[in-house]
């Protein structure tokens, strides 16, 4: 990448020697159909055509991990033995520029009816509207790929037709050391991390509100009942206690006449 830059700038003397990287050739890139890239390739990238394998599809496209473009890669890896995977985009790109229908109207002058074609049609063509979003959905699919082996670096470039220039996109090796490091955290950890990858991020305008007025609210809300009012018994007041009888002195019965008291008693 640095020679390349070099290069595009003018240094004469700016060149990779392919035998410093041995052990990282020969490499398979994925790269659109356009023409244009016939004069950059595989010298952009600084390496003999012997160590070069180069696949084409129009707009550098893969739809899954296990798509025909998939199974090309595979086997540039396995019977190739292709020891990196670079998933290149390149800057003007017609397929960014074709909407559904564009497409329609030029499948139309074909001759194709619009029955013959897929219900849809971005999903089945990969139409993309962003050449370095389209290189980071291709290169997640090849890293998740069941073909492909879990220490193939996968990078992701991005070409500028006008000059050559090359520009990291994704960087298949710092990919390969973040994988490490996680392979290296406790489970707890990892469930954390993959957990939060549940949550959406906050988009700005996503928020819906209520979109009925507040005075819309009070008139939709039904009138209150009528209370009827409840009879409430008045508690009753405690009976009052019988009257006290008036106090009565205690008072002996009168000594009848002719009857003496006498005291006795024994001491």
Known sequence: MDANHRAVGGDGNAGVHPGDFADAL????????????????????????EQFIWLRNAGNIITGPTSSTMRSLAL??????????????????????????KL????????????????????????????????????EFVRRSPLIGPKIPVHGLLVDVENGRLDWVVN?????????????????????????????????????????????????????????PQM????????????LLPNRKFQLPPVRPGFEVRRTGKK
């Open 26 to 49: 020969p490499l398979a890139a994925l790269t659109c159909i356009d023409p244009r890239l016939n004069a950059f390739f595989p010298g952009v990238l600084g390496l003999p055509k």
């Open 76 to 101: 540039a890896s396995a019977v190739k033995g292709a020891k990196e995977i670079a998933v290149v985009g390149h800057t003007d790109c017609q397929v960014a520029k074709t909407s559904t229908m």
């Open 104 to 139: 329609l109207d030029a499948f139309k002058a074909l001759g194709v009816d619009r029955h013959s074609l897929p219900e849809n049609l971005t999903e089945f063509f990969g139409l993309f509207a962003s050449e370095r979003q389209n290189v980071i959905n291709g290169v």
């Open 172 to 228: 298949g090796y710092q990919t390969l050391e973040a994988t490490a490091t996680k392979a290296e955290l406790p489970m707890g950890a990892i469930d954390t991390l993959d957990g939060m990858k549940t949550f959406a991020p906050f988009q700005h305008g996503e928020m819906k509100f209520p979109e009925t007025k507040i005075g819309e609210i009070a008139t939709s809300i039904p009138p209150a009942l009528p209370v009827q």
């Open 232 to 243: 409430v018994e008045t508690p009753k007041a405690p009976a009052a206690p019988p009257p």
